[in-house]
C-alpha cells in the first residue's frame, strides 16, 4: 500500500474501531469524557470570531484586521521540546466548536483553522539565531496538510515586518513571542527577598 492509501484506510476505519472499542467490554474504564468523544458529533458546529484559551484573547483575521490588536497570529507549541520552540506558524481564520454527547456530559472541543506558513527553511521559516527570532516567508502557505489544530495547543504570536533597508529580507515578517496577559516579569529586588 502507498501512502495515500494506508491514509484513507486509517480515517476510514478508525472512527467505526474508535466507537466499538470504547462500548465494549474491552475498556471498562474508560473516562466518561472519551465514551462521549466516541459518539458522532452534533450535526452542526457554532462558529466565533474570538476566543480565550491558554490566557490569550484569539480573534480571526477578518474579524481582527481593523482592531488595533492583532490577535490572529498563531504558532503551535512542539510536541516533544520546549515551550520556546514551535512547529507551526499561521494566521487563524476561522474558530469552530464541536458538541458530543456521552451518557452523562456535553464535551466540547473546540478547533482553530488556520493558514499555515511554509516550514522548510529553504522555503518558508528560518531562525534567525543572532536575535532569536524566526523569519517567515508570508508568501509561502502550506497547500497539503491539515489546517485544524486544537485550541488548546495554540500560542500568541505577532508578526513584524523587516525594515525595507534589509535588503536580504525585504517582504519577510518576523514572529515574536507574546507572553500571556496574567504573566508579568518583574526585576528581582534583593530588599524584597525574606531572610
Same mark, same amino acid.
Given at each position: 500500500?502507498?501512502?495515500?492509501?494506508?491514509?484513507?484506510?486509517?480515517?476510514?476505519?478508525?472512527?467505526?474501531?474508535?466507537?466499538?472499542?470504547?462500548?465494549?467490554?474491552?475498556?471498562?474504564?474508560?473516562?466518561?469524557?472519551?465514551?462521549?468523544?466516541?459518539?458522532?458529533?452534533?450535526?452542526?458546529?457554532?462558529?466565533?470570531?474570538?476566543?480565550?484559551?491558554?490566557?490569550?484573547?484569539?480573534?480571526?483575521?477578518?474579524?481582527?484586521?481593523?482592531?488595533?490588536?492583532?490577535?490572529?497570529?498563531?504558532?503551535?507549541?512542539?510536541?516533544?521540546?520546549?515551550?520556546?520552540?514551535?512547529?507551526?506558524?499561521?494566521?487563524?481564520?476561522?474558530?469552530?466548536?464541536?458538541?458530543?454527547?456521552?451518557?452523562?456530559? /456535553?464535551?466540547?472541543?473546540?478547533?482553530? +483553522?488556520?493558514?499555515?506558513?511554509? %516550514?522548510?527553511? $529553504?522555503?518558508?521559516?528560518?531562525? =534567525? &539565531?543572532?536575535?532569536?527570532?524566526?523569519?517567515?516567508?508570508?508568501?509561502?502557505?502550506?497547500?497539503?496538510?491539515?489546517?485544524?489544530?486544537?485550541?488548546?495547543?495554540?500560542?500568541?504570536?505577532?508578526?513584524?515586518?523587516?525594515?525595507?533597508?534589509?535588503?536580504?529580507? /525585504?517582504?519577510?515578517?518576523?514572529?515574536? +513571542?507574546?507572553?500571556?496577559?496574567? %504573566?508579568?516579569? $518583574?526585576?528581582?529586588?534583593?530588599? =524584597? &527577598?525574606?531572610?
Amino acid at each position: 500500500m502507498n501512502p495515500q492509501q494506508i491514509q484513507a484506510k486509517r480515517e476510514r476505519d478508525l472512527v467505526p474501531w474508535f466507537e466499538q472499542a470504547v462500548i465494549s467490554d474491552e475498556f471498562i474504564n474508560v473516562y466518561e469524557h472519551i465514551k462521549g468523544l466516541s459518539n458522532d458529533p452534533k450535526n452542526y458546529v457554532s462558529c466565533y470570531n474570538g476566543y480565550i484559551v491558554n490566557e490569550f484573547r484569539f480573534h480571526t483575521a477578518l474579524y481582527g484586521r481593523n482592531k488595533r490588536t492583532m490577535n490572529y497570529d498563531v504558532g503551535v507549541v512542539r510536541s516533544i521540546g520546549t515551550e520556546s520552540d514551535y512547529d507551526f506558524y499561521g494566521v487563524l481564520q476561522e474558530i469552530i466548536q464541536i458538541e458530543y454527547y456521552g451518557s452523562i456530559h /456535553r464535551q466540547v472541543v473546540v478547533l482553530f +483553522k488556520c493558514d499555515w506558513y511554509k %516550514i522548510p527553511p $529553504a522555503q518558508g521559516v528560518q531562525v =534567525d &539565531q543572532k536575535h532569536r527570532l524566526v523569519d517567515i516567508n508570508p508568501r509561502r502557505y502550506l497547500r497539503s496538510y491539515e489546517p485544524f489544530i486544537l485550541a488548546s495547543l495554540a500560542r500568541q504570536v505577532n508578526y513584524t515586518p523587516y525594515p525595507s533597508i534589509n535588503h536580504e529580507r /525585504r517582504g519577510w515578517i518576523a514572529a515574536l +513571542k507574546i507572553k500571556a496577559r496574567s %504573566i508579568i516579569e $518583574a526585576p528581582e529586588n534583593k530588599d =524584597d &527577598q525574606q531572610e
